[in-house]
């Protein structure tokens, strides 16, 4: 499975975002989804998870409410809506997956995930 992100850049606070997460390789019909995020000198960090039905998602605290993860199974995409952007989400995204077989919630810890893209840059400025 290849992973590649898209849609970072460098915004204001309060701006929006939309990242993509195009996965090739595979048909990613059961697997599970996640965007995490790396700030400098940070442990990389889980911001949400969507089930490979899209049926269930859950949320870091952090992002609750100002974020959206959605994905297009039709396209094997993902995708992260980021809206009231931050300084302190300032970091660089990754996109991961792994096989869950199921549409039980997705699990937060890097550890569980399989397979991982390169990242992509965002920077909110305040």
């Known amino acids: 499975v290849q992973l590649v992100e898209s849609g970072g850049g460098s915004v204001q606070a309060g701006d929006s975002l939309r990242l993509s997460c195009e996965a090739s390789?595979?048909?990613?019909?059961?697997?599970?989804m996640g965007w995490f995020r790396q700030a400098p000198g940070k442990e990389r960090e889980f911001a949400a998870g969507?089930?490979?039905?899209?049926?269930?998602?859950n949320y870091a605290d952090s992002v609750k409410g100002r974020f959206t993860i959605s994905r297009d199974a039709a396209k094997n995409t993902m995708f992260l809506q980021m809206n009231a952007l931050k300084p302190e989400d300032t970091a660089i995204y990754y996109c991961a997956v792994y096989y869950s077989g199921g549409n039980g919630s997705p699990k937060r810890s890097p550890s569980d995930y399989r397979y991982w893209g390169q990242g992509t840059q965002v920077t909110v400025s305040s």
């Open positions: 390789g595979r048909t990613l019909s059961t697997y599970t």
């Open positions: 969507i089930s490979w039905s899209g049926g269930t998602t």
